[in-house]
């Protein structure tokens, strides 16, 4: 019912302008502004005005998403460690702990891609000569070791009584993390009986 308020209000005011424009440029007086020109400022003021409107509903709705994502993701952006462990906890109390796995493992691959984005891309090396030598480090970083990360993540779902996943039980280095998330070996295909 808003909408069509609105709608027919701006149509109202758009036909009065419009009529005010064309009988409004016979006159004969020159200080005042043609009728075309207060109806095309008329236009931008609806124009204006509704777009102020559509900013807000907008915003609006970003938080809608915040709110959802936050509900039915566990996408919660934590301040500081105390703020996830008060998190953790209320929900073990509430016995919901799948939404404390799906914290512990968003933090899990957050923690991993943070340490693999510290490590250097490229660089220089000097070779067996002594000369500098541009080299790319992405094999050597992809063989460094993430055990830390699983260790932490081990003791984190032990507090909780869990037990990690097995294939995150398995990852020893930045290229098992990647595999995981690159290949298609997940995909178990089944086979058809006849």
Same mark, same amino acid.
């Given at each position: ?10 149509? =109202? *005011? ?5 009529? #005010?424009?064309?009988?409004?440029? %016979?006159?004969?007086? $020159?200080? /005042? ?74 933090? =899990? *691959? ?5 340490? #693999?984005?510290?490590?250097?891309? %490229?660089?220089?090396? $000097?070779? /067996? ?66």
């Amino acid at each position: 019912m808003k909408k069509l308020f609105c709608v027919s209000a701006s149509m =109202f *005011i758009v036909m009065d302008l419009m009529a #005010y424009g064309y009988y409004d440029s %016979y006159s004969s007086s $020159k200080s /005042e502004p043609s009728g075309w020109v207060i109806f095309f400022a008329g236009l931008m003021l609806v124009w204006g005005v509704l777009q102020i409107i559509l900013f807000f509903k907008v915003w609006g709705m970003t938080d809608d998403v915040r709110a959802l994502k936050k509900d039915h993701f566990c996408e919660t952006v934590f301040e500081s460690k105390s703020e996830m462990a008060r998190f953790l906890r209320k929900n073990l109390v509430l016995g919901n702990t799948e939404n404390v796995k799906r914290t512990l493992l968003k933090n =899990f *691959i957050d923690n991993v891609e943070h340490g #693999y984005a510290q490590l250097k891309d %490229y660089g220089y090396v $000097k070779d /067996e000569n002594g000369t500098d030598q541009w080299t790319s480090f992405r094999e050597k970083n992809l063989q460094e070791s993430i055990l830390p990360y699983v260790d932490n993540l081990k003791k984190q779902y032990e507090k909780i009584g869990e037990e990690v996943p097995v294939y995150i039980q398995r990852m020893e280095t930045f290229n098992d993390y990647f595999k995981l998330f690159v290949k298609e070996d997940l995909i178990v295909e089944v086979e058809k009986k006849e």
